[in-house]
């Protein structure tokens, strides 16, 4: 256990020195989720208040209410894509050759990836959070059924963030350049798993494809947690679902690291030519 603090606390040591130098990154990490918040909210708002959307999603004809959905929908999303960044980043790390140290390290494999992505849910959420939970508890529109609660959907944003981070850093094993994550992961993450939109509202299919991602999972738990009312009975089987779907990503990222392992020492090349 000690082992893999002391791995989990290089990762993110190791991130916080390449990424943030300057205090303004940090200062960044709250503005582009606002805009993104505030640009989302305004858009909706019009048409949600020029048409007959409230008749099948009430809950876009209160303001403060559809603010509160959609800062949830930020929030999670927040906690993903920041895993999406570390994947990306982790690439650069083949240029220096240091992720080809990933199989000379006697660090466990499965290890290294969850500590990456860590790293950057520690250094990319928090100050999100704190705003978000401000900001519902001023608008009024928390609707928790026990103080407990607050700690469900902390792990159900946690958990599935950090198997989906470890996952995507296992697919770098085979992949020289994983820029095509943002292409594939930033516009669809969003739209599938029903950040801006209700996941009613999307067509079957898309709700489908929606469900393979975690962050779907963790936004049913967060908004039933925190805005409906629902206690840990009635987020069961979401939560189940979320975890066994968890434990998949991991066993996925394990299997992958171990067959990109045997390629190279198949192959002789640490390059992963």
Request: proline share 5%.
């Amino acid at each position: 256990m000690s082992h893999a603090l002391r791995v989990f606390a290089a990762e993110a040591l190791k991130q916080h020195r390449r990424l943030f130098g300057q205090p303004i990154v940090v200062f960044s990490m709250l503005v582009w989720p606002v805009l993104q918040l505030a640009t989302t909210y305004y858009t909706l708002r019009p048409v949600a208040a020029a048409s007959p959307a409230a008749a099948n999603w009430p809950l876009a004809a209160d303001p403060d209410r559809l603010l509160a959905f959609l800062a949830t929908g930020t929030l999670a999303y927040a906690f993903f894509f920041s895993l999406v960044q570390s994947a990306w980043h982790l690439s650069f790390e083949r240029t220096t050759g240091t992720l080809e140290l990933l199989f000379l390290s006697p660090a466990g494999r499965l290890t290294l990836m969850l500590a990456n992505g860590a790293g950057a849910l520690l250094q990319n959420a928090w100050l999100l959070t704190c705003f978000t939970v401000a900001a519902l508890t001023g608008f009024g529109t928390l609707s928790v059924s026990a103080w407990w609660m607050y700690g469900i959907v902390f792990l159900a944003l946690l958990i599935p963030a950090a198997a989906w981070g470890a996952f995507l850093n296992s697919l770098l094993v085979f992949s020289r350049d994983s820029a095509f994550l943002y292409t594939i992961l930033d516009e669809p993450l969003w739209f599938v798993s029903g950040v801006r939109l209700p996941h009613f509202a999307l067509p079957a299919t898309i709700q489908v494809v929606g469900a393979v991602f975690p962050l779907t999972g963790s936004l049913i738990a967060v908004r039933g947690a925190l805005l409906e009312h629902r206690t840990l009975t009635e987020l069961t089987p979401a939560l189940l679902t979320l975890l066994l779907l968890s434990a998949t990503l991991l066993a996925a990222a394990a299997l992958i690291l171990r067959l990109g392992e045997a390629r190279s020492q198949r192959t002789g090349r640490l390059g992963l030519a």
